[in-house]
């Protein structure tokens, strides 16, 4: 069983059918995969989802995917982690992580879109696909690619972090390098796409690449025991993510799998790239394109795609947004880590911060139950901690040796002077 | 429901209830938990599993952890993925790949061993935790332990890779550096754990930290439809974690759960540091301790304390084990991720290595189910790719620049001339 889908543009509702396009001929608007859920209505039940396989693909029925294609990766199926001691930091008493920085196979959420934009690129019978990056995304598709035997080619800003570099070249993905930013990567790949006839996941397989991030809120409210939070914290680059949970709400309501609810939706971003965050917090929903100047590459997009969509629905579901400077998220890289073990890169130390400043500053009550998406893992960021700790000289391997040290460093002192075993 | 277990010497099998202890004091032979299945037969149906979490903990009931033990950290159920790239490569008709480089929370499959260490520590009352490590083991013990709200001494090589070592201080773990190898680092350990009564997750929590091994082997199981594979192959350290997959293969025939089958072993080192696969070739179980010299940090271990049962287990079953130079588990690791889209350390490397030369030599045949486990990620060993891939010169954001590029480099040169759309 599975849902007829097909794209249509989102205002003037001009319908395309499957094919890979992602703007409006006549008005230029972004298309939107539309999906029939009446069919589903009964038939997608609570049972047969548990009895699904532990990945995304459990919801496959209620993705833009032929019924009869075979996923050949894991994907997603994150854990939902509650999140009682950063909730003490922070004044949270009701917080959950969606944790995306072990998101299957790549670490990170953008594994979720580019599993369904490759299975469409298969639909579509391309057999060489690509895509423009700011690092995951590129790490993602490379991953994915390989595995299902298609032919890559990986366009990225020239200044990329050498981890999210390496972790695509291994793949034997062709990546070419562009002397410019995200904004000068993704116009070229549309032309690239043009000319070739090549599936860019995010430029020509856009609408179905998007829907895939509508397993975030799947999984969510089943993990939450299917219901919907209060409150949801999303990171935002071209804004499509927040507005994909919202839609994937919208469709577990409207299959009856969860009661409805108002769930409000915040979005976070860096002060060196917001957009989305300036328009919210000046009332408006049209966005001026800014240039990025932040060391949380993955949300550095200046003209996000769809930014007016995502300051809207944070301005109706009566939301926030907020941003934050490269030291405050470094801080909070090092926060979530130290309180919950998660280790986050640049992007989910946006979402962090964000998410405490909320609360801070009363936007949050304390005991709604909040939902704070981290999408990424540090692993891939590790420059941002370069200097934050000090490579500490080295000790000889005997106990008097250890003990001069840990006296001399007077770290956790009163456990070396008492002992710290109980039986 | 849980199972009743308590240390034994593997030796002597002299009893010493539950404790924090390692080895017999009778004949210095580690001990082992010993788990009596009695009560679970019967009782731990498949049903029951596969109701449970999809984490190792669905397997709870078969570790040595208290019945009331509540686990915050989801580890494990990683992928068993099927591997036909590779095994076109390497000539096996029926290869799958235990994929723990994507294990939770911290990408390796010490994760696994650290769950229920921490667990074994929070019973026996511990405050403070640690251990002796190569990097992955440190990664594991500071993120979980961060979680659980534990103190945490991590004591590792002072030459270790960059990556794991901030991967340790990000969670806030007092990190010592020890001017010495990984032998050296263990004995220091052993004396610290004596003096301070701290829980050292491999010195005096050993025996239970190294069940935690088994959930690798029941979900294997699981996850091939409740049946046993006709081969493992398996990297080596300190010899522990092959003879666990091996003891939950005997658990779940006790337990009625698979069928009985006999599956043989084998192990997979590098050459710079193989003192098991070197005690294998010569048809013997005594170790001869070496002096580490490779790449594979992970497997450096020149003393293995489980290396003769690793031996052993690997002749009486039938198998062999091999070693690879750090030339080869590069090209290894190339190889994994271009075929599967699985990235894994220099570990992991050896161990397909060591499997394609298993096929090549005749030693496993290409139609046989085997399973080799990969168990640790590739973000964590960038260092043994450096100078693999170059760094492309940047392409200026044009269309014409970008086809002068491939024209130049002929990179998958007849997609471009033709194009690659086909509806």
Redesign the interface.
Known sequence: MAVAFELRCRECGRSYGNAPLSICEDCFTPLEVFCDLEAARGEFTREKIAAGP?SMWRYKALLPVAEDFEP???AG?T?L??AP?LGRRIGANNLYIKNDA?C????SFKDRVVAVALASAKA?????VGCSSTGNLANAV??????M?L?T?I?VP?DLE??K???T????A???????NYD??N??CS??AD?????FVNVNLRPYYAEGSKSVGFEIAEQLGWRLPDNVVVPMAGGSLIRKIHKAFRELVALGLVEDKHVRFFGAQATGCSPIAAAVKAGRTEIEPQRPSTIARSLAIGNPADGRYAAALIQETGGYAEDVSDVELVSA??EL???????TETAGGVTTAVTARLYAHGRIHPDELTVTCITG????T?DA?QGS?E?????????AD?EA?VEEKK??HE??LE?????
Chains 1, 2 share one sequence.
């Open positions: 532990t050949v990766t894991p199926w854990p982690l509650k001691n072990v299957l196979p790549t670490l579509f019978g391309f057999d060489t490379a991953a994915q690619a390989a595995r035997g032919k080619f366009l020239a050498a981890a570099i390496l972790n070249q291994v793949y034997g062709n990546l070419v390098r562009i002397d410019g000068h990567v116009r070229l032309q690239i000319r070739y006839h090549w599936g890289i090092q880590a130290e309180t919950e073990g998660v280790f893992n540090g692993l891939k590790t901690l700790y490579l500490e000289q080295a000790v000889r391997p005997r106990l250890f040290y770290f956790q456990l070396v002992g710290s075993y109980a039986r």
